[in-house]
């Protein structure tokens, strides 16, 4: 399985920009897709954006399309996730997660690895 640590996550005005990181560890973390969700308090863990196994395709929310852009560079083991635009809605911990398998997926059920959360927090 795959290990994986989040960071870049904190306090920022809406209209401002986080990147978030994802550090992995493992030796199938290039050739699993990866994804990145989120959740508030009292809800269910909501899919924000996923990438193939090689980049080659990526998929988004609709709440942030536009905004949002997931990388990832394999000779580094690390996952993105570049936040721009920021709204208060996007208040949430954000969560990496790696795939069951190499292509693109929206459901948590399909990701079997999970960091422990980032925080982001976007004030008004």
């Known amino acids: 399985q795959v290990q994986l640590v989040e960071s870049g996550g904190g306090l920022v005005q809406a209209g401002g920009s986080l990147r978030l990181s994802c550090a992995a560890s493992g030796r199938t973390f290039s050739s699993k897709a990866m994804g990145w969700f989120r959740q508030v308090p009292g809800k269910e863990r909501d899919f924000v954006a996923t990438i193939t196994w090689n980049g080659g395709s990526t998929d988004y929310a609709d709440s942030v399309k536009g905004r949002f852009t997931i990388s990832r560079d394999n000779a580094k083991n690390m996952v993105y996730l570049q936040m721009n635009s920021l709204k208060p809605e996007d208040t949430a911990v954000y969560y990496c997660?790696?795939?069951?398998?190499?292509?693109?997926?929206?459901?948590?059920?399909?990701?079997?690895?999970w960091g422990q959360g980032t925080q982001v927090t976007v004030s008004s």
């Open positions: 997660a790696a795939g069951r398998y190499s292509g693109i997926s929206t459901k948590p059920y399909d990701y079997n690895s």
